[in-house]
């Protein structure tokens, strides 16, 4: 259920960026009680909370430094967390392929209308279905 419920959260937070420049708050503390509650339904109390843990830290852990250089937002860092609160061990590949998803993204916009800035929740959604549908051979197929 978790995998549904990231991908409303992905695609509220899109629709949010691409008209604001930001993704709300309180779409990210939705997510995240969503992300609790699906991992406690899954595996217990302390279980679900370890995974929900687990999957919300790792985007966090990896992505401070760009957040610090300016190369990321925090908002793109809060719908990870929350992703990966939703989904669990998989935010790692789904990290790697947003980064992806954005740098092509970022090249493209580049080099035709010398862009500087992107919506980097649109790299997150193409690196949640990169993952989710089994583009690169990933075992989460929906």
């Not at 957040?67 to 939703?86: E, N, Q, S, W």
């Not at 993204?105 to 919506?119: D, E, M, Q």
Request: with cysteine.
């Amino acid at each position: 259920m978790g995998i549904y419920i990231a991908f409303i959260i992905t695609i509220a937070a899109v629709v949010c960026d691409l008209k604001w420049w930001r993704i709300p708050n309180r779409l990210i503390v939705v997510g995240l009680i969503c992300g609790v509650l699906c991992n406690i339904t899954e595996f217990g109390i302390l279980g679900g909370i370890k995974q929900f843990a687990l999957g919300a830290v790792t985007p966090i852990a990896w992505l401070v430094i760009l957040f610090l250089i300016r190369g990321m937002g925090a908002g793109d860092i809060k719908l990870l967390t929350v992703i990966g609160g939703l989904m669990g061990r998989g935010i790692a590949e789904i990290v790697i392929y947003s980064i992806f998803a954005g740098s092509v993204i970022g090249l493209f916009g580049y080099l035709v209308k010398k862009i500087r800035r992107i919506h980097f929740s649109l790299a997150v959604m193409a690196g949640m279905m990169i993952y989710c549908f089994g583009i690169v051979g990933s075992d989460a197929a929906v």
